[in-house]
């Protein structure tokens, strides 16, 4: 206090210096490794194994074209969207009612149901994916797109529940309650009033669904072996694949999901914020 | 249909799904683990745990949990208060820092492998720098310190950003009253920091920490992606066991061995963190 009140101009810029360096610093820290992977991807296959790199891309699309032409990526690829692409609408068909159930409903059994969703975070889920590969050779789901996507319906569908959960908790009940005296019914009220308020917070939620099993890789290299994702295929040539390879690879894997964090920023709080206490 | 049946309709099929993906093969796994086709037995933790690599690799994972979880939840706490008191560009620096939330372990590991690997980034600066002749070839079983911190950086790197947001948002519903009266009191920012940030942030410190630390030992991507079989993991051993040797059964002893360490923390951080009964805000 004495140092501030003796000279608080200089002090203050001092503080306002050092703070601005760290929070550029903290960007640069997030940003340059994913600069690096850039340049990697953006150079021909001779640049990435030579030495010493140089810190500019090279714009040469070489590498990019092994990555595609390379036997089975381009399946892999296609099984990744496939997967993500069900887990999202599985969990968003399965999880979003039991959100709205969560907001609108005092009913017995209420707060064991939310233990048995909050109970699903403190377990390593992945790990499921041992004891269901046993049980889908049984059934014939075992390497199918279906099969990998219902063990990511499990990892994504509790975070689904929370997040529409808190979704709908942002809509007053007044609202659904003014359709009703003027003669909707339960499910007019609700297609007509809240889904219209609700479908970006959704498509939000179900944006996370994907990416959370386009990551996945365990389950995803447990249970599959001709039908691989793109994860399980590269982790499954981690040791074989030359590092272009791995550097396209990896930069695939990132691309979409730079895309859907933008897309969701504005409930990224709302989603994993709030939704988590 | 009634009113007083619509919730259960509602919350059914979640429940189903959950019993049969989730409840369940948490009985399969069991059973897996403790039978060898004839009846209880421990064979498959014996098994499991006289093997050479099974004390190194809890290590490994324990050394590697500490090592993180500490640093990240101090560079999270910092980074959440920064941001709550940024005036111009929030939305900005949030996103940059939030970005690492959607990239995957595989992914994150590959990325640093671009700067550790022999012709990689950090060798081409050090050479830049006139330090070295020529590149060090650093992710080998001579440097078992930097594969280490290679594995700790790309973790830190890619795991801090969900321990941000959840902070953040908990640093958002602390009402702004009490920091004014501290303010009033005299108080400096370091004290209002641990009277008044830190105590009512505890649920959501604890949301953070448990998502956290179990997130810590499962790791298994990053690993394999920068230290392969130099640095093994209980997650990395499971998958082994599954597939490299065969053996079902051992790979879900290994699984269980893990959910158990799991769940004692968890039960470990919620008992440390717990709110008394009537303290909320």
């Known amino acids: 206090m004495t140092t501030a009140a003796t000279n608080p101009p200089d002090a203050r810029r001092a503080g306002r210096f050092v703070y601005a360096t760290a929070v550029i610093l903290l960007c640069a820290w997030v940003i340059v490794p994913l600069y690096f992977l850039l340049i990697n991807t953006l150079s021909s296959p001779e640049a990435v194994n030579s030495f010493p790199k140089s810190f500019v891309p090279e714009f040469d699309l070489e590498s990019l074209t092994f990555f595609a032409n390379f036997a ?11 997967v993500a692409g069900l887990t999202m609408v599985m969990s968003i068909a399965i999880g979003a009612p039991a959100g709205y159930a969560l907001s609108r409903f005092d009913f017995p059994g209420k707060s064991t149901f939310r233990l048995l969703i909050l109970l699903t975070r403190a377990f390593p889920l992945p790990l499921l994916a041992l004891p269901l590969a046993v049980m889908f050779i049984r059934t014939g789901l075992d390497d ?32 659904e ?18 889904l219209p308020l609700i479908l970006p917070g959704i498509t939000a939620s179900a944006i996370f669904a994907f990416v959370i099993s386009w990551n996945e890789v365990f389950a995803a290299a447990v249970l599959t072996i001709e039908n691989r994702t793109l994860t399980a295929f590269l982790l499954q040539n981690l040791d074989t694949s030359p590092l272009h390879l791995k550097f396209a690879g990896g930069f695939i894997l990132v691309v979409p999901a730079l895309i859907f964090i933008f897309a969701v920023r504005k409930y990224l709080f709302a989603m994993w914020g709030i939704a988590n206490r | 249909m009634s009113a007083r049946y619509l919730p259960y309709v509602l919350i059914l099929p979640v429940t189903l799904f959950l019993c049969l993906f989730f409840l369940y093969p948490f009985v399969l796994v069991a059973q897996q683990a403790f039978s060898t086709g004839n ?5 498959n933790f014996r098994n499991v745990m006289s093997h050479w690599k099974f004390p190194i690799s809890l290590k490994n994972t324990l050394y590697l949990a500490a090592a993180v979880v500490p640093f ?34 595989l992914a994150a590991g590959i990325i640093w492998l671009a700067i550790f690997e022999q012709s990689g980034f950090l060798n081409s600066m050090m050479s830049g720098l006139g330090l070295i002749d020529k590149p060090l070839n ?28 959840i902070l953040v948002a908990g640093i958002g519903l602390i009402p702004k009253e009490y920091y004014e009266a501290a303010e009033v009191f005299g108080a ?45 993991v209980l997650m990395g051993e499971t998958y082994n066991y599954q597939f490299e040797l065969l053996n079902g059964g051992a790979a879900a002893a290994i699984a269980l061995i893990i959910l158990g360490i799991s769940i004692a923390f968890t039960l470990l951080i919620l008992r ?4 008394p009964k009537g303290a909320t805000i």
Request: net charge positive; glycine share 6%.
């Open chain 2, 188 to 232: 400096s920012p370091w004290k209002r920091f641990t009277r008044i940030t830190l105590p009512l942030l505890r649920p959501s410190l604890s949301t953070a920490l448990i998502l956290r630390v179990i997130l810590a030992f499962e790791v298994f991507a990053v690993v394999q992606a920068l230290g392969g079989t130099l640095f093994p």
């Open chain 1, 72 to 82: 089975g990526m381009l399946n892999a690829l296609k099984n990744s969207i496939l």
């Open chain 2, 39 to 43: 009846g209880f037995t421990l064979d």
């Open chain 2, 272 to 275: 440390a963190l717990r709110v």
């Open chain 1, 144 to 175: 199918t797109i279906f099969g990998l996507a219902l063990v990511h319906t499990t990892l994504a569908v509790p975070f689904a529940v929370l997040i529409t959960f808190s979704l709908f908790s942002g809509i007053p009940i007044e609202l």
């Open chain 2, 72 to 105: 990240q939840l101090a560079l999270a706490l910092l980074m959440a208060t920064m941001v709550s008191k940024m005036k111009r560009g929030r939305d900005l620096v949030l996103y940059i820092w939030t970005i690492p939330l959607g990239i995957s372990d």
């Open chain 2, 138 to 165: 650093l992710l080998t079983y001579q440097n078992p310190g930097l594969v280490f911190l290679a594995i700790a950086l790309a973790e830190i790197w890619r795991a801090t950003a969900i321990m941000l947001v």
């Open chain 1, 177 to 194: 309650e003014a359709a009703w005296t003027l003669g909707c019914t339960r499910l007019t009220a609700f297609t007509k009033v809240v």
